[in-house]
């Protein structure tokens, strides 16, 4: 069983399009995130939500838009993609303060 | 805000032999978490090793241990016996007690192993 799975592990797309990642947790935590990754590894928190609530929602723009219909699945959907979108952006899950979070496999969004 | 710095960001290191990974951080707060995670060429983030900051003796997980200087704000992480399968990307990560949101990681180390 996957704890942390996301869809699609790779997408290729075109400028301008509109693209949605999917993520979902059976480990019954109640924080999940969103991360991206560049191409120099770097870790960027983007938006994180507790119980179906946004709470993180750092300096990113606002094509880029988070929705949590339950505790279980955090999507992201990106409107109007860049170049500079190309990352790989990965999605995690915690149970509480203090626990460490558990990451899916990414999802490794190219914009051509 | 809370920052993480990763000092390295590549190493080398022989099989067999001992390597060490420097992290530090930057926070006002006395009770949080600090963790490694592992991420070998298959991308897939894997947890290393767990700190409290409470806890003064230092997490080991077999051949993974950590030096924790909370003074220093200092975190790092020592492999011994290294192994072929080591080699991947190590990222320091801090985590508040209280804001169960905000997880923070250092820039990584390239941690290469030569046979």
């Known amino acids: 069983d996957t704890a942390v799975s996301q869809t699609p592990k790779y997408l290729v797309t075109q400028m301008g399009n509109d693209k949605s990642i999917k993520c979902e947790q059976n480990l019954g935590h109640d924080t999940m995130y969103w991360y991206k990754q560049d191409s120099k590894k770097f870790l960027k928190i983007m938006f994180s939500?507790?119980?179906?609530?946004?709470?993180i929602n750092e300096t990113v723009p606002n094509r880029f838009s988070p929705k949590s219909p339950d505790k279980a699945h955090l999507n992201l959907h990106i409107n109007s993609l860049e170049l500079g979108d190309s990352a790989v952006y990965f999605c995690a899950s915690s149970q509480a303060t203090g626990f460490e979070a558990f990451f899916g496999q990414g999802t490794r969004l190219t914009v051509v | 805000a809370q920052t993480v710095t990763q000092s390295q960001p590549e190493m080398s290191v022989q099989e067999a032999e001992t390597v060490t990974l420097s992290c530090t951080y930057d926070?006002?707060?006395?009770?949080?978490?600090l963790f490694w995670y592992k991420q070998p060429p298959s991308r897939q983030m894997i947890l290393v090793i767990r700190q409290e900051a409470y806890k003064q003796q230092n997490a080991t997980e077999n051949r993974f241990s950590v030096n924790f200087q909370k003074a220093a704000k200092s975190f790092s992480l020592k492999i011994s016996d290294s192994q072929l399968g080591d080699a991947a990307m190590y990222f320091c990560a801090y985590r508040f007690t209280y804001n169960n949101n905000d997880m923070r990681f250092g820039a990584g180390t390239r941690l290469t192993v030569k046979p």
């Open positions: 926070t006002s707060e006395s009770d949080y978490y």
């Open positions: 939500y507790n119980n179906k609530e946004l709470i």
